[in-house]
């Protein structure tokens, strides 16, 4: 994966585990905080935090289990990741403006958990095709357990042929940036997590969100139905909800111009600057 240089590294230890972050932009800016997905990290948003104005000050974290973040054998549930995240919004607490929370996948139900909790230490959230599964939802995923799991020991064995015939359509660098996404992803955190987004809540942080919140669907991917966007919207119809064509559930990778352009155009409308 193309790593640019000029980001900056920063590291926040809580108690349970020590979080790492790829930082740019502006330190006293209003913090954008990236939250990625179940088998992606921190380096995943790369294109879309090159197209982040330099007046904000961008943080994409390394979710426990990924990157250069602590992997504990256990502990990967949304209130162990919440956890995390408040320890760097801790970090962040005085900065002038309180952060904006981007989440996609997991990382957008991470978002809704801590901002149903803590509203007040945000100001606001973009959601990017969170997966809608829970107690009395629907309770299978569009991607089962065992494809991650055959694609991660693919690149953990370096069987790079066997990977590749898991993405036909993809180039040879999508291939090899998805491989080192796997790369940095710890077998546990994927398994735990995979099985924690099928049994722990969603729609309830949805009903509970007080803070300013976006969210984003893919036409493609079967994350969000449209009745299941329905009930969403009447969960909180202060949320802004936009169905996102042309794109698959990895929004932020098929069309990274835009998915900045929501993002900047949230924090704009959003917050008085």
Do not use: W
């Amino acid at each position: 994966m193309n790593k640019i240089e000029y980001f900056e590294h920063l590291f926040v230890k809580g108690v349970n585990a020590k979080i790492h972050l790829i930082t740019k932009g502006n330190e006293s800016g209003i913090p954008v905080i990236f939250l990625h997905g179940i088998t992606s990290y921190s380096y995943s948003f790369i294109k879309v935090l090159n197209l982040m104005p330099e007046k904000y000050y961008s943080l994409s974290m390394d979710i426990r289990g990924r990157g250069l973040s602590d992997s504990p054998k256990e502990g990967y549930l949304l209130k162990d990741y919440t956890e995390d995240l408040l320890n760097v919004v801790n970090a962040l607490v005085d900065n002038p403006v309180p952060p904006v929370l981007v989440g996609h996948s997991m990382g957008a139900r991470i978002a809704a958990a801590f901002g149903s909790r803590y509203s007040s230490l945000i100001s606001g959230m973009v959601l990017i095709d969170p997966p809608i599964n829970g107690p009395g939802q629907r309770e299978i995923y569009p991607n089962p357990l065992s494809m991650f799991i055959k694609q991660k020991e693919a690149v953990d064995q370096g069987d790079m042929e066997l990977f590749r015939s898991f993405f036909p359509s993809f180039t040879e660098e999508q291939v090899a940036e998805r491989a080192e996404e796997y790369r940095n992803n710890s077998l546990q955190a994927i398994i735990q997590s995979y099985e924690s987004l099928l049994r722990e809540p969603f729609q309830v942080f949805i009903r509970m969100l007080s803070a300013p919140a976006l969210l984003l669907a893919a036409e493609f991917g079967d994350t969000i139905r449209d009745n299941e966007l329905e009930v969403l919207k009447r969960l909180n119809p202060q949320m802004k909800v936009e169905r996102i064509k042309g794109v698959g559930h990895m929004v932020y990778k098929d069309d990274p111009e835009q998915t900045a352009n929501f993002i900047v155009s949230f924090i704009e409308k959003t917050i008085n600057q």
